[in-house]
Structure formats: C-alpha cells, structure tokens
C-alpha cells in the first residue's frame, strides 16, 4: 500500500521555565524523533498515557503549530516547505475532529452555516449548490436535513459529534485526525459513532490518524498503533498483533491496566 503521510524524525521541544531576563532554562520534550508512516485508506492510532505527546505530534502533522525538526510528507509533497496558498489547498485535504463537539461548533451560527462556511471560503462549490450539499452531509453522518435550521445547543452530544464529522467531510477531504472524539461520548453512543467513522472510511477512502486513551475504541478502529511514551515512540506495529503480543513491557503495562486482562480485547481487528 501507497503511504498517504510519512513522517520522519519529528520533534518539538515547548519551554517549561525562563530566567528573570526571559530565556528559556528548561524545555518539555513534547515530541522526541518520532517517526511513523500512515496508508491510504487504512487507520493508525497514536495511544499512550496522558502527556505523552501524542495530540501534539496530530496538531504537527496539520501544521497548527510548527516542528522544531523532522520530515512531514503528505502525498509525497513536503508540508514544512509549503507557501500559504499551498497550505491552504492542504487544508482542503485534511482536517481535525476534536474531543469536544460542543466547544468546537461556533453557537451563534446554525449547523447550516456552520457546515457552508468552508465552502464559501474555498469558493468550491456555488452558492446555488451549497443547501444541497448540506443535505447531503447530513444524510451521510444519519442526521435529517431539517437539523440544518437549528443550533448546536439544540443537539445531543451524540448529534454535535456527527455534526463536526459532517463539517469535517465538507470539502471531501482524504485525511482526517480524530483527537479523542469519541471521549465525551456514553458507550452506546461510542459504538454509534465508531461504527459511523468505519463506514465512511469504507465509502469514501478515508485516511484516519486516531488519537485515544480509549483501548477498546482503538481496538475496533486501528489498523496499526504507534505507542508513545514521554514524547517518544515505545514500539509501532499491526494493531492486531500488538493487542496479541506487545512487544515492551511499557506496552503490557498499558493494555492491562486498560483490559484488566492479558489477552487481546474483542474485537481487535486489522483492517
């Protein structure tokens, strides 16, 4: 399989304290030389405990914040050396759903602007079309157009989450972080919107960068895991055979605090 993201040697350092003359004196080591590659159409997740640098290395590959060294490549094009424009046109490729969907929708507009928003500032679809495509949105995350009218503040918790999918799709991107969005979520509402995000990778050939402190939500999306630990990368491999047999004790560790258990969870699967 074609790597759709490849990412070589990544590292970024955040300053932890200054002196009275304001230069920095102690660094945090958010992301250490981490390395890793993610197929088209497939899923890798990022898992470790809280703090281990796993969101920041998500927010890098985006260029939300800028890398203090390393390789990002995406389609095989270099994304620390694009020009404005040519980040902008990246961004029509990717995007980021966040953990929480209330914090994340912006409560004066309705779910109809919210979702138009992206189009109008592309210019890619025409106004005419526009209504029509929110429709579509819609369907596709199991939401009726007739929500288009209303709030986020109107919505479920479970239904604002489907809306920053649909949100997330507007422009038919190929590559999309999902940071912990299923955390605020119930159960039943967890496996709804698991089984919602494998099936529109199904459909339309999505890429997924999933980041979870969630081990049994990674076990039935991942189909590769890269386990970090104080910035650094501990061991990356198939997500089923690492489920099965984790390599480090740091790992072990990790899945049976997670399980309670020494086998791997139900469900496990490589896609």
């Given at each position: 399989?074609?790597a759709?993201?490849?990412?070589?040697?990544?590292v970024?350092?955040?300053?932890?304290t200054?002196?009275v003359?304001?230069r920095?004196?102690?660094?945090?080591?958010?992301?250490?030389?981490?390395?890793?590659?993610?197929?088209?159409?497939?899923t890798?997740?990022?898992?470790?405990?809280?703090?281990?640098?796993?969101?920041?290395?998500?927010?890098?590959?985006?260029?939300?914040?800028?890398?203090?060294?390393?390789?990002?490549?995406?389609?095989?094009?270099?994304l620390?050396?694009?020009?404005t424009?040519?980040?902008?046109a990246?961004r029509?490729?990717?995007?980021?759903?966040?953990?929480?969907?209330?914090?994340s929708?912006?409560?004066?507009?309705?779910?109809?602007?919210?979702?138009?928003?992206?189009?109008?500032?592309?210019?890619?679809v025409?106004?005419?079309?526009?209504?029509?495509?929110?429709?579509?949105?819609?369907?596709?995350v199991?939401?009726?157009?007739?929500?288009?009218?209303?709030?986020?503040?109107?919505?479920?918790?479970?239904?604002?989450?489907?809306i920053?999918?649909?949100?997330?799709?507007?422009?038919?991107?190929?590559?999309?972080?999902l940071?912990?969005?299923?955390s605020?979520?119930?159960?039943?509402?967890?496996?709804?919107?698991?089984d919602?995000?494998?099936?529109?990778?199904?459909?339309?050939?999505l890429?997924?960068?999933?980041?979870?402190?969630?081990l049994?939500?990674?076990?039935a999306?991942?189909?590769?895991?890269?386990?970090?630990?104080?910035?650094?990368?501990?061991?990356?491999g198939?997500?089923?055979?690492?489920?099965?047999?984790?390599?480090?004790?740091?790992?072990r560790a990790?899945?049976?605090?997670a399980f309670?258990?020494?086998?791997?969870?139900?469900?496990?699967v490589?896609q």
């Amino acid at each position: 399989m074609t790597a759709l993201l490849e990412v070589e040697g990544l590292v970024k350092h955040f300053v932890a304290t200054r002196s009275v003359f304001g230069r920095p004196t102690a660094f945090v080591k958010a992301v250490d030389g981490v390395s890793f590659s993610v197929e088209a159409g497939k899923t890798l997740a990022l898992v470790g405990e809280s703090g281990c640098g796993k969101s920041t290395v998500s927010r890098l590959v985006l260029r939300l914040i800028e890398p203090d060294s390393g390789r990002i490549r995406f389609e095989g094009r270099d994304l620390l050396a694009l020009d404005t424009n040519q980040l902008r046109a990246f961004r029509r490729d990717a995007q980021i759903i966040f953990q929480g969907p209330y914090a994340s929708l912006n409560p004066r507009m309705t779910v109809g602007q919210i979702l138009t928003e992206p189009l109008a500032l592309h210019d890619l679809v025409p106004s005419s079309a526009r209504h029509e495509r929110v429709d579509e949105l819609l369907r596709l995350v199991g939401l009726e157009p007739r929500f288009a009218r209303r709030y986020p503040h109107e919505f479920s918790g479970g239904q604002r989450q489907r809306i920053t999918v649909a949100r997330a799709l507007v422009l038919e991107q190929t590559f999309i972080v999902l940071d912990e969005p299923t955390s605020a979520l119930d159960m039943l509402i967890q496996s709804q919107m698991v089984d919602l995000l494998r099936d529109l990778q199904k459909r339309h050939d999505l890429t997924y960068m999933f980041i979870s402190h969630d081990l049994r939500v990674v076990a039935a999306m991942a189909s590769r895991l890269l386990v970090m630990r104080h910035g650094k990368m501990v061991e990356e491999g198939a997500a089923a055979e690492l489920f099965k047999a984790p390599k480090t004790e740091y790992t072990r560790a990790l899945f049976a605090a997670a399980f309670k258990l020494e086998t791997a969870p139900e469900g496990a699967v490589a896609q």
